[in-house]
């Protein structure tokens, strides 16, 4: 199945991602006076017959590939070469500045290894010197946080297949929007030119 998510405004009604088969519209109000504030529209389909166009800039672009959301850890063994299973099944992380995309700064979408789902956007990149790839923000819906269990760290996932991406940090003054750094491994990431040739 897959899940796509369109927003008619670029104003978030809500923090969470809404994964339905419903149509959220604007919520009725009691307000007294006479031109109330509404709520933008939000459609949201779960349908594996609507596959809308992605885009590279603007609009939420976190769409999960056909058929990549349940399988089994034998299945993803025999889709994944030895290392990815290593670090996206096994939350294994590769050695610093050894990754592909360390270093890459092209135009388009960091999607995941696993189940093409995009996470990120070229534009989030920046250079962090810490010998993985650096984000200061995953598209909206596409990463899910959860903080180890010696609550050390944060871990990041493709929230569509559980993948293990890397470890999110905040804090640390880097002169980003979010004050944060996704540091995450190169080989759970597919990268997507924006203009493929």
Not at 2 to 11: A, H, K, P, V, Y
């Amino acid at each position: 199945m897959t899940f796509t998510i369109l927003r008619t405004s670029s104003t978030p009604i809500c923090s969470k991602p809404i994964f339905s088969n419903f149509i959220l519209s604007s919520p009725p109000t009691s307000f007294s006076y006479p031109n109330p504030i509404v709520a933008p529209t939000i459609s949201i389909f779960a349908s594996p017959s609507f596959q809308p166009k992605r885009r590279f800039r603007g609009g939420i672009v976190a769409m999960a590939a056909p058929g990549s959301l349940h399988k089994s850890e034998e299945e993803w063994q025999a889709i994944l070469s030895p290392d990815q299973f290593r670090i996206l099944r096994q939350k294994g992380t590769e050695f610093p500045g050894t990754g592909e995309y360390d270093k890459f700064y092209g135009e388009g979408i960091y999607n995941c290894a696993g189940c093409g789902t995009p996470l990120y956007k070229s534009i989030t990149k920046f250079n962090s010197g810490c010998g993985w790839p650096a984000f200061y923000e995953g598209l909206p819906g596409a990463i899910n946080r959860t903080a180890d269990p010696d609550g050390m760290r944060t871990e990041i996932t493709c929230a569509a297949c559980g993948g293990h991406l890397g470890h999110v940090f905040k804090g640390e003054g880097f002169p980003t929007p979010t004050n944060e750094r996704h540091c995450v491994n190169s080989i759970s990431l597919k990268f997507v030119p924006a203009n493929p040739r």
